[in-house]
């Protein structure tokens, strides 16, 4: 069975400073993809940002990354410079092919970024 | 453009009422998809249309048929819904339904069964 854990349901961040989230997954799988899915109050679910499992490289997006260890299968995403407007629920997915592209979704994180 | 349009935003339904969703996308994208979104949850996959055939049906209940006329278009009939299938529906498209590709995702009809 593929799963993914959050186990943080909440957390707050004060503006400007760093904050990560975490997820864990697991997976048989050896070929898949990660995903952080932003869904802001009452707004359209966004892409924050991508890895391929293949890559060792930690994907980075402007002032998002992500620390990949695949071993332990954990996905976490750090945010630096925490802006009002990243207050969102944040998921995080991965995407495998069981006989079609399916993308399963972990329970989310809600974060609040305090002025 | 880069947007995914759903209609209507809300819909009130009654359990013998037969009603549609739609899902509209300009962007080229030849994969599209149907999620339920219950209330502080994630989204749930229900169908998944690759090329404008139906790749993935995750054993969802039949009162909901799902439907695509063309690769821009993407539908969700109803019928016979019961309360708990109260949520918001979420549509979302992508390139070509590919393991890396990044899902364009809808504003959701919120939808309400009495």
């Known amino acids: 069975a593929q799963t993914v854990t959050q186990s943080q349901p909440e957390m707050s961040v004060q503006e400007a400073e760093t904050v990560t989230l975490s997820c864990t997954y697991d997976t048989s799988e050896s070929n898949y993809y990660l995903f952080w899915y932003k869904q802001p109050p009452s707004r359209q679910m966004i892409l924050v940002i991508r890895q391929e499992a293949y890559k060792q490289q930690n994907a980075t997006e402007n002032r998002f990354s992500v620390n990949f260890q695949k071993a332990a299968k954990s996905f976490s995403l750090k945010i630096s410079d925490s802006q009002l407007g990243d207050t969102a629920m944040y998921f995080c997915?991965?995407?495998?092919?069981?006989?079609?592209?399916?993308?399963?979704f972990g329970a989310g994180t809600r974060l609040f970024v305090k002025a | 453009d880069t947007e995914v349009t759903q209609t209507p935003k809300h819909l009130v339904m009654g359990m013998t009422n037969k009603k549609s969703l739609k899902c509209e996308q300009h962007m080229g994208h030849r994969a599209m998809y149907w999620y339920k979104q219950k209330a502080k949850k994630p989204p749930e996959l229900m169908f998944v249309?690759?090329?404008?055939?139906?790749?993935i049906n995750e054993s969802v209940p039949s009162r909901f048929s799902p439907e695509c006329p063309n690769s821009s278009l993407l539908n969700l009939h109803l019928h016979a819904l019961q309360p708990e299938d109260s949520a918001l529906y979420l549509c979302?498209?992508?390139?070509?339904?590919?393991?890396?590709?990044?899902?364009?995702f809808g504003p959701g009809t919120r939808l309400t069964v009495t």
């Open positions: 997915a991965f995407a495998v092919n069981t006989g079609g592209f399916k993308t399963i």
């Open positions: 249309y690759s090329y404008e055939k139906l790749s």
């Open positions: 979302a498209s992508s390139q070509a339904g590919g393991l890396a590709d990044e899902q364009y």
